[in-house]
């Protein structure tokens, strides 16, 4: 493949980078959420298609698993949009489809702004909190803070998993766990992204007026501990709000790369929080669909 066609794959509308990274980002048969979910008759069936190491759509599902909401992931390949090209125009990730829990026309969502308001509204609606609480989780100061994890944290963790070739090949190395890609769909997409992930790196450098994409990342982190945590538990006190959940799934999209290890490892006191909200979240409530994507 051409230099040209690394750049346009990395560059392009429908891209892993456009749709994971740097934007902000059918009738499927799928399991029921949580009995309290679904008795409020507002979710229903939950499938979420995403990029393992996108930013928004990990912040998607820490608010699910936060829950105790269960949910089915597809995978998207990120080179020929397969798993979506038949039934959806919108071509970025990730996109919630939502069935009800009677049956009936799936609801598609796209975008996670967008599909993280109609879930905490499900959420509020099925009361799983009690009221002062959820008027709490999504305070005004916890949706700025939401906010600025889209416009201010996500933007650089791009920069900082693609500083080199060796970076980004670990980076994608999550598509060797994807249940349905082929043996080529793996190679292809472990190489290729990785290659045009690297060779785009500059560019979103250049596009954000960043310099130096690790100093700027710890500013960032700084920002965070100083002003967002300042020296609670949590941002929201003694719970997380919504804003440690957005910042939280921001970081845990890069979970496997050094880039990770190394700013924990920088800001102990993240770190800490980090440990704080893996126990609050738990672990994954996500399933692989059995049908298959």
Not at 46 to 71: T, V, W
Not at 153 to 182: C, K
Request: hydrophobic share 40%; net charge neutral; charged share 20%.
């Amino acid at each position: 493949m051409s230099v040209r066609a690394f750049t346009r794959i990395a560059a392009g509308g429908g891209g892993l980078l456009a749709a994971g990274f740097v934007d902000r980002a059918l009738t499927p048969q799928t399991r029921p959420l949580s009995t309290a979910a679904a008795a409020a008759g507002t979710l229903g069936h939950i499938r979420l298609y995403q990029y393992q190491i996108c930013p928004f759509c990990n912040k998607i599902k820490a608010l699910l698993d936060l829950h105790g909401l269960e949910y089915e992931t597809v995978d998207v390949n990120p080179l020929t949009k397969k798993e979506i090209k038949p039934w959806s125009e919108y071509r970025k990730v990730p996109i919630a489809v939502l069935t009800p829990p009677a049956g009936g026309e799936p609801e598609q969502i796209n975008d996670s702004p967008v599909i993280a308001e109609r879930l905490l509204d499900a959420i509020d609606a099925a009361a799983l909190r009690p009221a002062r609480a959820a008027k709490a989780f999504r305070s005004p100061q916890a949706m700025e803070w939401a906010q600025w994890s889209d416009a201010k944290l996500a933007v650089l963790l791009f920069p900082n998993i693609t500083r080199s070739f060796g970076e980004a090949y670990q980076a994608f190395g999550y598509v060797q766990d994807v249940p349905h890609f082929s043996t080529a769909d793996r190679l292809s997409n472990q190489v290729v992204g990785a290659c045009a992930m690297w060779m785009a790196q500059g560019k979103i450098k250049k596009k954000y007026a960043i310099d130096d994409e690790r100093q700027a990342l710890r500013g960032a982190i700084r920002t965070w501990v100083g002003e967002g945590l300042a020296g609670r538990a949590f941002a929201g006190g003694d719970a997380p709000h919504y804003g440690d959940v957005c910042v939280y799934g921001c970081l845990r999209a890069i979970d496997r790369t050094a880039a990770h290890a190394e700013i924990l490892d920088d800001a102990p006191e993240l770190a800490r929080w980090y440990g704080r909200m893996e126990e609050a979240v738990g672990p994954s409530k996500g399933s692989y669909p059995l049908e298959g994507p």
